[in-house]
Antibody, heavy 121, light 108 residues
């Protein structure tokens, strides 16, 4: 079955770089029409899309965060990594990775449980 | 970027019908997906491509999309439907994914 699991630090300091890893099983990012995306949710607030990578290694980023984000994949490890630079307390959120089976227009059919990242000095 | 507008809250009595809207410029030309999120849990897909349901989602959940408004309709609302609901689209002209601000459904 399909599973996704986010991992990374629970806390980072302001100005540091956050690195999150999404480890997945039950599918492969070498398969045509498969994508993995990162989404975050500040406490009590709405979902916010961050970045997406597809099977062809095409990458898409939130316009507002594009300068701070890098998404990459390691198909041998079934992992997708997100880095976010220059972290700020407003970046405190639960970070989710999720799968799309299809093109980037398709829905997120499986989500990880999320990982809470707190930005504080 | 493409803006999706959802009412912050909707309240409905058990057994009634809840209609949750998602507004966007010419949203009828896009595929809209809807997610249900309960406290402390990851979102769950309830409707995709405007009106299709994933397996395991009750027929009580349905969707429509036309003009500038997409709608998620929940018939015969149950207490267990109380949750936040988000609409989502991919905006092709800017290659950007967007979520609505979410609607909190309260079952009275």
């Amino acid at each position: 079955q399909v599973t996704l699991r986010e991992s990374g630090p629970a806390m980072v300091k302001p100005t540091q770089t956050l690195t999150l890893t999404c480890t997945f099983s039950g599918f492969s990012l070498t398969t045509s029409a498969m994508c993995v995306s990162w989404i975050r949710q500040p406490p009590g607030k709405a979902l916010e899309w961050l970045a997406l990578i597809d099977w062809d290694d095409d990458k898409y980023y939130s316009t507002s965060l594009k300068t701070r984000l890098t998404i990459s994949k390691d198909t041998s490890k079934n992992q997708v990594v997100l880095t976010m630079t220059d972290m700020d307390p407003v970046d405190t959120a639960t970070y989710y990775c999720a799968r799309i089976r299809g093109t980037r227009m398709a829905p997120f059919d499986f989500w990880g449980q999320g990982t809470l990242v707190t930005v504080s000095s | 970027s493409y803006v999706l507008t959802q009412p912050p809250s909707v309240s409905v009595a058990p057994g009634q019908t809840a209609r949750l809207t998602c507004g966007g410029n010419n949203i009828g030309s896009k595929s809209v997906h809807w997610y249900q999120q309960k406290p402390g849990q990851a979102p769950v897909l309830v409707v995709f491509d405007d009106y299709d349901r994933p397996s395991g989602i009750p027929e009580r959940f349905s969707g429509s999309n036309s003009g500038n408004t997409a709608t998620l309709t929940i018939s015969w609302v149950e207490a267990g439907d109380e949750a936040d609901y988000y609409c989502q689209v991919w905006h092709s002209s800017s290659d950007h994914l967007g979520f609505g601000g979410g609607t909190k459904l309260t079952v009275l």
